[in-house]
């Protein structure tokens, strides 16, 4: 079986994007106000969207199964107050609920928090419950900085953050440190804002002591961790100058890398530096690179290509395909087994 652990719902039926330009439009015109109940989307709209695209690549490149989220540029938790965020966060939740209903051995929901700048992480706690015990959620994106580019949030070594871990590691799921968009011109979204996410956060983690609280908690650092394994000898002298553990003793054993890095020297460099036991197989196809790569001809985030050509052995491929993701999404593992697999 072959898992990708990072997948979003980038092609959602536009009645969504309309209904959510109606709800931004309504905090500064009260008379725009969306339907409360969400927008009219059929279960035929969703089917048309997820087969002629996620479905459609997804059996053209042989994956069997996507942890699937809301669209994370859609997220956009810097926009509005807590009370936009909740019921923003509410219905795509519940989309990608549904596209597993439809599809339930080829998609598994993972939700987005209803977080906003400034406001108790803690305020997450009813949807989180909601995702997870309702739609079924085994993962969850959490921002590092829902002020979209401006980094006002604490660090995620903050006890501000507890409340979330506490519930992460009772419901024993992974979070995926995941950014929105940005609202600072000097940051493109997924070719800056994402990436310096993906390093600082692992920075923050490296400087704090976080995993001496919460030893089981496990996160998940999207995009082959941004600069952190090209930079592997810097965060290891920097460990060193700040007392810290050796990094696979203050880190490795919570932290891990997935494998949306579109190119084979990427890929290759990835699995040369960080143990393999921390990597986990994705793509996030349909996402911020969607063209053909005119050096190979394949999509640039066809990351299954990548893999098969790094030399690894057959049980290699194996663990980081399917069995890595099995043992970091305990609940995605249950839920397999449960259906045979």
């Not at 940005?182 to 704090?208: C, I, P, R």
């Not at 496990?218 to 060193?240: D, E, K, S």
Request: hydrophobic letters at 40%.
């Amino acid at each position: 079986m072959i898992i990708d652990i990072h997948g979003h719902y980038t092609t959602a039926p536009p009645a969504l994007g309309a209904w959510r330009e109606r709800q931004i439009a309504s905090l500064t015109d009260p008379a725009a106000a969306p339907d409360p109940a969400g927008p009219r989307i059929s279960d035929d709209e969703v089917r048309e969207s997820i087969e002629a695209n996620q479905l459609r690549l997804m059996d053209e490149r042989g994956i069997d199964v996507t942890v699937f989220s809301p669209r994370a540029s859609f997220m956009a938790h810097h926009i509005g107050d807590f009370t936009t965020s909740a019921r923003w966060a509410a219905l795509c939740n519940d989309l990608c609920h549904r596209v597993s209903t439809l599809y339930p051995e080829r998609f598994v929901p993972a939700a987005m928090l209803p977080q906003s700048p400034g406001v108790d992480p803690a305020t997450c706690l009813p949807e989180l419950r909601r995702a997870v015990e309702e739609l079924g959620a085994v993962a969850v994106n959490l921002n590092p900085d829902p002020s979209g580019g401006h980094w006002t949030a604490p660090p995620l070594t903050d006890r501000s953050w507890y409340p979330l871990y506490e519930k992460l590691v009772e419901y024993d799921i992974p979070a995926m440190v995941h950014v929105s968009t940005s609202d600072n011109e000097a940051f493109h979204t997924t070719g800056a804002h994402y990436l310096n996410a993906d390093t600082t956060a692992f920075m923050q983690l490296v400087q704090g002591d976080l995993f001496a609280d919460f030893p089981t908690l496990r996160l998940v650092i999207p995009h082959g961790g941004g600069a952190v394994p090209y930079h592997w000898g810097r965060f290891r002298g920097l460990a060193m100058a700040l007392k810290k553990p050796p990094l696979e003793e203050h880190v490795l054993g919570n932290v891990f890398f997935d494998t949306c890095v579109y190119h084979q020297p990427g890929i290759d460099l990835l699995l040369g530096v960080v143990p393999h036991r921390n990597i986990l197989f994705a793509s996030e196809m349909i996402g911020a690179v969607r063209s053909v790569d005119p050096d190979t001809g394949h999509y640039f985030d066809d990351t299954r290509r990548y893999l098969e050509a790094a030399g690894l052995s057959a049980p290699e491929l194996a663990a980081l395909q399917e069995y890595h993701a099995r043992t970091v999404y305990p609940r995605l593992d249950a839920l397999l087994t449960r259906q045979g697999r």
